[in-house]
């Protein structure tokens, strides 16, 4: 196997790993907190209704653009608002993501798998790369 295609298969785990994760989320918001339940939970922290709103749309069409390769970078840049916005909502709870209201150490991964997927693009096993993004990344020299 070339290098090459390493690379491209840690970038496909590193995209399926965050899209899931942020696909599950956006729908846990929808499917057991509630659409209405969202709002509020964001509202009791002092943020617009048109936030929770915003979230449950990034999370479920940004993650399902990323498990299918469709405009992934954009998706994972995109996200990265909505992560960050979770690592402030979790600074409060402590390290730990177990402890009482979610620590802040599974938000930060979130962050830097965003980050590692808007840097790495696609991958192998994409739909679609988006051309003005491809190459936003200088590629390391090579000998």
Known sequence: MSNQSV??????ITRLTFGVVLLA???LKVLV???PGTVGFFGSLGLPPSIAYLTIFGEIVGGSAIILGLYTRLAAILSLP?????LWVHSGNGWLFS???GGWEFTLVLVALAVAVAFQGN??????KFPILDNFVPRPLRS
Do not use: D
Request: hydrophobic share 50%.
């Open 82 to 86: 909505i992560m960050l916005g979770a």
């Open 33 to 35: 907190f509630t659409v």
């Open 25 to 27: 989320h956006g729908l």
């Open 7 to 12: 690379e491209k298969l840690g970038a496909t």
């Open 123 to 128: 991958g192998a096993f994409a739909i679609r």
């Open 99 to 101: 402890n009482e209201g």
